[in-house]
């Protein structure tokens, strides 16, 4: 009958020990979670918006995204409807998490924002916002 008290210890050993494992996956899975969630830049904002029709021929642009944006190594190209691309001059970032630009020139037609942004966490993200200009 001895063999029974220690049948009993060992069980516990093995369900603090799992416990133990389920406590530290559960803290590796939060820690991991911001990263996860914030690994690209997402554009939460555009002027001009996207689909939108707005008046030419100069366009003051402005684009907001959900992180802190590296200016620097970020770049944007105007897309005309013909496919000729433009790249776009950004101004110093007046906020972390915006950019700014001007595009002048713009005939009537379709025309589409290319931008290649690299987010503060280092994960470079990319997007468009097609508009019309009347």
């Known amino acids: ?28 899975l939060a820690a991991a979670a911001p990263q996860i ?5 997402i554009l939460v904002e555009s002027t001009p918006k996207i689909n939108s029709t707005v008046q030419g021929p100069d366009l003051d642009i402005t684009l907001r995204f959900n992180v802190r944006i590296d200016g620097s190594r970020s770049r944007v190209l105007l897309v005309a409807e013909g496919g000729t691309s433009t790249p776009l001059t950004l101004a110093k970032q007046s906020k972390p998490d915006i950019l700014q630009m001007h595009a002048s020139g713009l005939k009537p037609g379709a025309y589409k924002l290319q931008w290649n942004v690299l987010a503060a966490d280092g994960h470079m993200s990319k997007g468009d916002v097609p508009f019309m200009v009347k």
């Not at 093995?14 to 389920?22: C, E, G, K, P, T």
């Not at 969630?37 to 830049?41: L, T």
């Open 37 to 41: 969630c914030w690994a690209h830049a």
């Open 1 to 28: 009958m001895m063999c029974f008290p220690i049948r009993m210890e060992v069980d516990a050993l093995f369900a603090s020990l799992f416990q133990f494992r389920r406590l530290l996956m559960i803290l590796l």
